[in-house]
Structures are given as C-alpha cells and as structure tokens.
C-alpha cells in the first residue's frame, strides 16, 4: 500500500490482493506496532474498488442495502420484529440482509427484550459500503442511522456493530451480548431430549478483533448450556462479509477445516454472533451433511 501511495508500484498491482483478503482484520491484535489494518484495507478498496473493477456483485447489494426500495424489499414478506416503542433509548439496529435471512432473530429478540424499541424503516448502517470501496458513503450511512436511533443501539450482526462503533462512538452501539451480558443469569440449562443441549461459539471476526467482544457470548452460553470451545473459534470462517460470494473457492478452502471440527464435537447448535457467519456454516454444514444447527446467540436465549 504504501509503495503504491509513493508510485512505486501501480495500483494495478495491488487489485488481486486486496480482493483475495478476508479483511477480518485477525493481523491487528497481534500486530506489535498496532497498525489498524482494517482502516488501511477499506482507504485502499475506496481507491481501487472503482468503476470497472467494482465487483458486479457489490454494485447490485449496494443497491439493495443503500436505497429505502432496497430496504424496503429486503423486508418484504420477511416475518421481522414489529414496529414498536418501549424505550425510546434503546433501539434495535435490524441488519438489512439478516431481516431477508434470519428474520426470526429480530423476533426473538423482542421477545426476550421487551425494553428495546424497534422501527422497521431504519436504514442500513453503511458497513457493507465501507468494506467494499465507499468508505466516505459507508461512514455518512452510519450516522443517518444514528440519528434514527437515538441512545444505544443494540445489533444482532457483529460486523455491523463493530462499524457503528468506529463512527458513532463505542458508547453508543452494543452488540447483542454485550447488552444482555449486563443483565444477571437466571435461565435454566437447556435440555432437548434428557440432556442439556451441547453447544460451540464461533466468533464474529470484527466483534472480536475490531471491538475485542470474545468473553460476553461466552459466558452466556456457560449459563445456560454445556458450553464446548470450537478449534480455532476466533478464526474467520471464510464468510467475511461479500467474500463468500466474490471468492468462493478461497472461502470454502477456509471454512473447510472449520466444518471437520465441528462434526467431530458433535454438537447440537454452533451459535453465532453474526448473520454472514450464520449463513456459511449452516450452507457447509449442510452441504457436508453435518446435522449440526447453526443459530443467532439470542434464538438459544429464547429457547432458555
């Protein structure tokens, strides 16, 4: 990056890279220097994710995810949380793909947090443009949410929470175990069939190397069931946000390991953090004929 900033090398050169990167940003904690490379990572997509060498992809999620139609028709016959106001403070962020995907997270949710306010016409947060080459348009987007959802905005997408934060302040956004984190256990173990339900945590790589969430989801998941740490659960699972669908074959080479450890524990739920990581383990899983369940931290809290 730094010899293309100083035009010794073309930005050309730099292209390959940059999209071959899962930009889960593991190289920051253990950086000894603290370069914050998921900064240097989205400048140097904002240069060169332009024009012809902007995946089509992008260009056709960028008009889903930053227009109100787009939105709109994400939500469209998508079973969501209801529009409603409890605390006027405390705002549910309702990702723009998770409420196409995983509608039900937002439901359970509501259910178990009956404090939180929740409006069906936010709009997208701006991470998905910030990572793929509108980093400027990504920020503006995170503040107009912001501003929609006054006080602490509690998110169920740990990629998303871990953007909100870089623009609003940390003070302003929770991820979801963040915020139930705070409230004392009181729920039972889970039992399905006689036993207490054995799950693993696979971690959300911006929660956890962009805003150092790794023990909350945890502990929860201590509480109220027979907790077994996955191989390697801090590490990206090769979602990545639009990597999956840009890079397929890298993404499946790194969740590949990933999805051998899992069978081998024989778990009944691997419980994420965040809705990209939700949709590639439950496909691979699937696809590797693991009957494992891939589900959101709040739906095993529902189940408590």
Same mark, same amino acid.
């Given at each position: 990056?730094?010899?293309?900033?100083?035009?010794?090398?073309?930005?050309?050169?730099?292209?390959?890279?940059?999209?071959?990167?899962?930009?889960?940003?593991? $190289?920051?904690?253990? $950086?000894?220097?603290?370069?914050?490379?998921?900064?240097?990572?989205?400048? +140097?997509?904002?240069?060169?994710?332009?024009? @012809?060498?902007?995946?089509?992809?992008?260009?056709?999620?960028?008009?889903?995810?930053?227009?109100?139609?787009?939105?709109?028709?994400?939500?469209?016959?998508?079973?969501?949380?209801?529009?409603?106001?409890?605390?006027?403070?405390?705002?549910?962020?309702?990702? &723009?793909?998770?409420?196409?995907?995983?509608?039900?997270?937002?439901?359970?949710?509501?259910?178990?947090?009956?404090?939180?306010?929740? $409006? @069906?016409?936010?709009?997208?947060?701006?991470?998905?443009?910030? #990572?793929?080459?509108?980093?400027?348009?990504?920020?503006?987007?995170?503040?107009?949410?912001?501003?929609?959802?006054?006080?602490?905005?509690?998110?169920?997408? /740990?990629? $998303? +929470?871990?953007?909100?934060?870089?623009?609003?302040?940390?003070?302003?956004?929770?991820?979801?175990?963040?915020?139930? /984190?705070?409230?004392?256990?009181?729920?039972?173990?889970?039992?399905?069939?006689? #036993?207490?339900?054995?799950?693993?945590?696979?971690?959300? &790589?911006?929660?956890?190397?962009?805003?150092?969430?790794?023990?909350?989801?945890?502990?929860?998941?201590?509480?109220?069931?027979?907790?077994?740490?996955?191989?390697?659960?801090?590490? &990206? &699972?090769?979602? +990545?946000?639009?990597?999956?669908?840009?890079? @397929?074959?890298?993404?499946?080479?790194?969740?590949?390991?990933?999805?051998?450890?899992?069978?081998?524990?024989?778990?009944?739920?691997?419980?994420?953090?965040?809705?990209?990581?939700?949709?590639?383990?439950?496909?691979?899983?699937?696809?590797?004929?693991?009957?494992?369940?891939?589900?959101?931290?709040?739906?095993?809290?529902?189940? +408590?």
């Amino acid at each position: 990056m730094r010899a293309v900033q100083d035009g010794k090398l073309p930005q050309e050169s730099l292209l390959a890279q940059s999209s071959e990167c899962l930009g889960c940003r593991a $190289c920051e904690p253990v $950086c000894p220097a603290g370069v914050e490379y998921g900064v240097l990572i989205e400048e +140097a997509r904002d240069i060169l994710w332009q024009g @012809k060498n902007r995946p089509l992809i992008i260009r056709g999620l960028f008009l889903l995810a930053g227009t109100k139609l787009g939105i709109w028709a994400l939500g469209l016959f998508a079973p969501i949380a209801k529009n409603r106001v409890s605390d006027p403070k405390i705002n549910l962020m309702l990702g &723009c793909f998770e409420r196409r995907l995983f509608p039900d997270v937002s439901k359970k949710v509501a259910k178990i947090a009956p404090e939180i306010s929740i $409006c @069906k016409s936010q709009n997208c947060c701006g991470a998905l443009h910030a #990572h793929n080459g509108e980093l400027e348009l990504g920020k503006a987007m995170a503040k107009t949410l912001g501003d929609q959802l006054p006080g602490t905005i509690v998110t169920t997408a /740990g990629g $998303c +929470a871990a953007h909100l934060s870089s623009v609003l302040g940390r003070d302003r956004v929770k991820e979801f175990s963040e915020y139930w /984190g705070d409230r004392s256990a009181s729920n039972s173990k889970i039992k399905v069939e006689g #036993h207490i339900v054995r799950v693993g945590l696979q971690d959300s &790589c911006h929660l956890k190397n962009g805003m150092g969430v790794t023990e909350q989801p945890r502990e929860i998941l201590k509480s109220i069931a027979d907790y077994v740490e996955i191989p390697n659960a801090g590490g &990206c &699972c090769g979602a +990545a946000g639009s990597y999956a669908l840009l890079e @397929k074959k890298n993404s499946q080479k790194v969740v590949s390991q990933k999805v051998k450890d899992i069978a081998a524990l024989n778990l009944d739920f691997v419980i994420t953090v965040n809705p990209g990581c939700t949709r590639q383990l439950a496909t691979e899983l699937k696809r590797a004929k693991v009957k494992t369940k891939v589900i959101h931290l709040a739906q095993l809290i529902a189940m +408590a």
